[in-house]
């Protein structure tokens, strides 16, 4: 896939009096000039992105992956995307997505690319921006080059519907700032002991070291029934009711799921490929929730239009 022309961005750039919105480069990232800079009158302030960070306390929980299919899942709501990989240093999302960038975030933070420069095409109504993958100076960022990365992005967010941010598993500096930046949090976990443990970990440091708690959801991932979605969240509410009195929401499950890795193996997510499979309705379902939409009906009977009525019945 190519990349996105310096000069034709992916996103359509503000317009005043016909011609767009000047940028310029600040330590790297690239912001935007104001109309009061530019002595020009003031225009209505433009629209806000919903910006939703997807993390995880531990790794292999699947949460690319299931990042790659949310962005699929949302663009067919109608809505634009733009796709983040902020898991800086250990990138995979365009391998998961099957696209080859010519240019990522280490280009943008090297100072010989902005923002605009590395969008490119992924899904039908996605657009993305790749991570840098094996890249030591990506994952030890310092606080001023993570500031000014954070402000350039944060003015993409008129142009774009939805914003949607993988970020690296664990607590790291840069995991918790692109974390506490956005809007909405969504925490990975999987039933096994340890995944939970740790997406506790990320709700007790973020209910210590922020002001306001965030609207934080949880979805299970690679559950054998809904009934084990369930019982995992349960635990994870009582125990951050107790002992840090916040509350989190359940926003879903995604079935474990054979058609998951075969789709991995093929890079191309599976609700491309494999748009009527489990794993592609849940998906589809945890999509319906966070935008409080019906949920569609997949195209065909048997298993999984009875995973959506399911779903839908436990959204109510």
Do not use: W
């Amino acid at each position: 896939m190519n990349t996105v022309p310096a000069r034709q961005p992916a996103i359509d750039p503000v317009l005043r009096d016909g011609a767009p919105i000047g940028l310029r480069a600040v330590s790297g990232a690239r912001t935007v000039v104001t109309s009061e800079e530019s002595g020009a009158s003031s225009q209505p302030a433009p629209k806000m992105a919903r910006t939703i960070a997807v993390t995880s306390g531990k790794g292999g929980v699947g949460k690319s992956n299931l990042v790659a299919n949310l962005s699929i899942g949302i663009a067919r709501l109608g809505k634009s995307v733009l796709l983040l990989d902020a898991d800086l240093g250990l990138a995979n999302l365009d391998v998961l997505l099957g696209v080859r960038p010519q240019h990522t975030l280490y280009h943008v933070f090297q100072g010989s690319k902005d923002l605009l420069d590395v969008i490119i095409s992924g899904a039908p109504g996605v657009k993305f921006i790749a991570g840098g993958s094996g890249m030591r100076e990506l994952a030890d960022l310092d606080d001023e080059r993570r500031t000014c990365f954070l402000s350039g992005l944060k003015r993409l967010e008129s142009f774009t519907d939805v914003v949607l941010i993988d970020t690296g598993a664990g607590l790291s500096s840069n995991v918790m700032s692109f974390v506490t930046a956005a809007d909405e949090v969504l925490i990975v976990t999987t039933p096994e002991p340890t995944a939970m443990a740790d997406a506790y970990g990320i709700i007790k440091t973020l209910a210590q070291e922020t002001d306001t708690f965030p609207q934080v959801g949880i979805v299970v991932n690679r559950v054998r029934t809904p009934e084990e979605g369930a019982a995992v969240a349960g635990r994870i509410f009582k125990v951050a009711k107790q002992f840090l009195e916040v509350s989190v929401q359940y926003v879903g499950y995604v079935l474990d799921d054979p058609s998951v890795p075969r789709a991995v193996k093929s890079q191309r997510p599976f609700m491309s490929l494999y748009p009527n499979t489990a794993a592609s309705v849940c998906v589809s379902n945890l999509v319906a929730r966070m935008f409080d939409v019906e949920p569609e009906m997949p195209q065909t009977g048997g298993l999984s239009a009875l995973l959506s009525r399911f779903m839908g019945i436990l959204g109510r």
